[in-house]
């Protein structure tokens, strides 16, 4: 009965990315350790551009520095 | 001083259903393990059942399934 | 279907607690939001006082200053 | 490569604030264990204070009594 | 910028099952969302049959009544 | 209230440095948030360099091959 967390940046992801996602999630669960699916949980977190840092900066930043 | 996180679908949950939950969870840590309700916190997130996946598919498409 | 993680310090949880705390918690989302139990999931975490502070200080420092 | 989850109540959090966090928090793995900060995740969740129980209540109702 | 947080029952996972999931997982965030390995983080928790519960029991429990 | 939780690999992490995060993320949300201290926790979890995946390996096989 796993259950796996995906956290993400909420940049349009399209809901067959998400399927996709969810998936393969539980594929591999039932692929590696033989889990069962009908209990296998999966949570897609989209979190906002500026809540999420990495190398002392929002996302939101360091996206707009990489367009310029 | 517990921290409890209740991960649940975004499907139409009460103010009175959230509160009910908290004094409910606070109660119990309360009840079973003499914690201080000072200290307890409780944390409820909402997940749209496009981003909660179980048995390979989204929530949303299962709702479908047993709507038809 | 919920998943419930439940955050406490690890000092002598027995058994029965946990069992307690399974069998509370999974009640309380069937009452509330009439979830199928067979599908809700609750984790416990213990996790060392040396590993969790609050009001700046580790709980284990804490617990020594009440004991004295 | 570490992960640090900071949960607040949403209550007005400014995006200098954010990135303040995001700063803070990552300076202080630098200095304590010397991660490398390309690697180091902070997100930030922002929770309703109808979502964020303590002491048995919702953080609203809390708020609602200071401000009385 | 991807963070998937794993959590299974602690049940004598081997290392090269953990080194699949993560693997698996790496390489599902690649294909479906484009992400960049090097900062596509996958944790395991392996999490006590004892401390995890579904269906108001332990999993402790409905191991043993399994294998009666 | 905040809660904060830091996951950080599981190597040889000391007391001091744990009582040096506990109270540097305390003070960041005091000076950012002006949160009250007494009701700010934060959670330490060390994980296994077996358990932790960066860019498709385990960090034990990233750290062998750094000494190599």
Redesign the interface.
């Known amino acids: ?9 909420d940049e349009n ?1 399209s ?1 067959e ?13 039932v ?3 033989n ?1 069962n ?11 906002s551009t ?10 939101t930043k360091i996206r707009h520095l990489a367009d310029e």
Chains 1, 2, 3, 4, 5, 6 share one sequence.
């Open positions: 009965m796993p259950y796996v967390n995906i956290k993400i940046t992801v809901n990315q998400k399927q996709a996602l969810i998936k393969g999630t539980t594929q591999l669960l692929d590696v350790l889990k699916p009908k209990t296998t949980f999966v949570v897609i977190d989209e979190v500026d809540n999420w840092g990495v190398g002392y900066d929002q996302v």
